[in-house]
């Protein structure tokens, strides 16, 4: 049983295809890492499933065996797809708390049980809940911010796009180990963007996959590819001799 | 005496009338306010002043001061000029009353004072005359809302009002309109700021109106007199503003900031002024105003307009009009919001009360005025 299917799945921005024929399955349950060069659609392939606007899509993506292809964004969020942005949008005047306390199905009245706080206190945002959403947040407070609306959302597909890129040491260990024991405890999938890898050392990912011109084009232990990358570059690893045909199909 | 038949409690104030002020922000518990007025149509219907600060304020009709206190007419029309036009004219010429606050020296009012000014007869045209004095030292704050009753439908409302800010004295003054679709209002004020007074004045208009045209100014003469002004305007269903809003800086170190929020929709027309004038080396200014368009029927066109007449001053402004961010909405829906909860969350996070320079306490209230506006249209 996989909790994310795509078939023939394409996206075009405009008129230039960003990614074409393009077959994976996620499994529940899982760590999943997504490497790739700048500009390779690491971005475009998450916001297409969670089914953000400009991307004209082909082919289709099931979520629990249920054609999502054609849902609006809130319906899949409904499902259980949540996604932690690369470059969150700054709202004026939408507090932190309010989108919380939406995150969690509550009233903006209500307020937040004890173990709730706590987790907000163990990201360290406390001090934010009564200000404008990543309006002057630096970029790791915004890091944390996604990840903690994505763990109030319960959701069993998290897609984080780069939640580790400009994190520091203690937080990328508060994220990484919050993540696993998240997917640990909730029996759910993620799907992770990194180019450092940095948030892996504190999980313990099975899969992973390098984007490189239009498709994904490997599939082995992420620590591997992560080292790989480190020493050669994408070049290389494209033409390594471990690529398969259908990745991250063969489990 | 026609006095003694006059209510002596909001709760005598007939059932309809009270309900319309409430809805735009009256507080029905007046022991909650240092002071209550409210004028209907022509006349000054209630007036009331808090127990505890009686010795304070004086707050009544601006007629009945006239006749109690000659010295109020060095007051009258000093800073508003009785020729700038044909709506000043008319209320020089003939107003049915207003309010008269004075505030006295080093008085600290805790509670705020409310006035309420409300049109309920059809067809009627208003003219008000309002005056407010903040003696040497004291500090007020005041909710000034006008009302039209939701029976009145067709209405003018022309209103002057002339702000007196004695040294080191400091008004914070919350100015709510909530008219209908067919109302023409003018408003025609003027503040004047003698050393370190401070003038905080926030306006809110979220109810659709016919024409409303206002510019009030606030010449900042005093040395370190400061105008803090502020609005939110939620223009919609064909309702035209011009609003805007003028800062005169004569004195030493003395500074203006002004900030506004806009929001345009439903075949809406919005003029927002703004103007801060420097005539002192030392003086400071800044103006912001962002407006957010709807849809493609609304209309907004914003003019920032700085000017200096001495070198030094330091003058500055950002403006932005735009439509909502797609970006902003899908990122609310990943959150499990409907588009449409996602708009109105965006819609309600810009009428932001944060902007205005209210205390605490005052802040959580006008918020609540937000609501209840914002939800009746
Ligand atoms: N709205 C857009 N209009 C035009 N081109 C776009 C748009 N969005 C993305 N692209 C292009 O699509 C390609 C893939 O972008 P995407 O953001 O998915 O890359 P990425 O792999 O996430 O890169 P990075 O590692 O830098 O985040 C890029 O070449 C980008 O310029
Ligand atoms: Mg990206």
């Known amino acids: 049983m996989y909790i994310l299917r795509a078939e023939n799945f394409g996206v075009r921005i405009g008129n230039r295809w960003i990614l074409k024929d393009i077959d994976f399955r996620l499994k529940r349950s899982q760590i999943y890492v997504l490497f790739g060069p700048n500009g390779s659609g690491k971005t475009t392939i998450i916001s297409a499933i969670a089914g953000l606007p400009g991307y004209e899509v082909e082919g289709k993506i099931f979520f629990d065996d249920k054609d999502i292809t054609d849902l609006e964004i809130d319906e899949r969020a409904n499902l259980g797809i949540s996604v932690a942005f690369q470059y969150p949008p700054e709202i004026t005047g939408v507090k932190l708390e309010a989108i919380l306390k939406r995150c969690l199905d509550k009233d903006p009245e209500d307020d937040f049980s004890e173990s709730e706080m706590q987790m907000i206190e163990s990201f360290k945002l406390a001090e934010f809940l009564n200000r404008d959403i990543n309006v002057g947040f630096s970029g790791g407070e915004r890091k944390r911010a996604e990840m903690l609306q994505m763990f109030f959302l319960r959701s069993e597909l998290l897609l984080l796009d780069e939640p580790d890129s400009g994190v520091d040491v203690d937080t990328l260990k508060l994220m990484g180990e919050q993540l696993q024991k998240y997917i640990d405890d909730n029996e759910a999938t993620a799907l992770i963007v990194t180019h450092q890898g940095g948030i892996l050392e504190y999980m313990d990912p099975k899969y992973a996959c390098v984007l490189f011109d239009s498709s994904l084009q490997c599939f082995a232990d992420p620590n591997r590819i992560a080292k790989e990358l480190r020493q050669c570059g994408y070049q290389c690893c494209i033409q390594c001799n471990r690529k398969v045909t259908r990745p991250w199909n063969d489990h | 005496m026609e006095r003694s038949l006059k209510p002596s409690d909001l709760t005598e104030i007939p059932h309809q009338i009270l309900e319309e002020a409430v ?8 022991s909650k306010r240092a002071g209550t007025l409210m004028h209907v149509d022509r006349e000054t219907i209630y007036t009331k002043i808090n127990e505890k600060f009686r010795n304070q304020i004086e707050f009544m009709d601006v007629k009945d001061a006239i006749k109690k206190y000659p010295w109020v007419d060095d007051y009258r029309w000093k800073i508003v000029d009785r020729d700038k036009d044909e709506y000043t004219r008319k209320v020089a010429e003939d107003f049915s009353g207003g309010y008269f606050i004075h505030v006295k020296e080093n008085a600290d009012i805790t509670f705020p004072l409310q006035a309420c000014l409300m049109m309920a007869q059809k067809e009627i045209e208003q003219k008000i005359y309002n005056i407010i004095i903040v003696d040497e030292g004291a500090n007020v704050n005041i909710i000034s809302t006008c009302v039209q009753h939701s029976r009145a439908k067709k209405a003018s409302h022309l209103g002057i009002t002339e702000y007196f800010l004695k040294k080191d004295s400091y008004l914070n003054f919350t100015m709510v309109h909530s008219w209908s679709e067919d109302t023409f209002v003018r408003p025609r004020s003027a503040a004047v700021l003698d050393d370190g007074a401070v003038f905080i004045s926030n306006y809110l208009s979220l109810r659709p109106a016919k024409d409303v045209q206002m510019y009030p100014v606030a010449y900042c ?48 027309e919005m003029i927002l002024r703004g103007r801060i004038e420097a005539h002192d080396p030392t003086a400071r200014g800044h103006l912001e105003c962002k407006g957010l368009l709807l849809d493609e029927k609304s209309f907004i066109h914003s003019i920032p307009e700085l000017i200096a007449s001495k070198g030094g001053a330091e003058l500055s402004h950002e403006a932005s009009v735009g439509k909502i961010s797609d970006k902003e909405i899908s990122y ?5 919001m409907s588009e449409e909860d996602a708009i109105s969350m965006i819609i309600r996070g810009f009428m932001d009360v944060g902007i205005l320079g209210l205390p605490s306490q005052l802040e959580k209230e006008v918020d609540r005025v937000i609501d209840l506006t914002a939800d009746a249209s």
């Open chain 2, 23 to 30: 809805r735009a922000g009256i507080e029905k518990d007046d």
């Open chain 2, 221 to 268: 003469n005093g040395k370190s007199s400061k105008a803090s002004i502020n609005s939110i305007l939620y223009g919609h269903t064909n309702t035209k503003l011009d609003i805007g809003s003028a800062a005169i800086l004569n004195g030493p170190e003395s500074a203006a900031d002004m900030t506004s929020r806009a929001i345009s929709r439903n075949g809406s």
């Open chain 2, 332 to 336: 609310l829906m990943t959150r499990r």
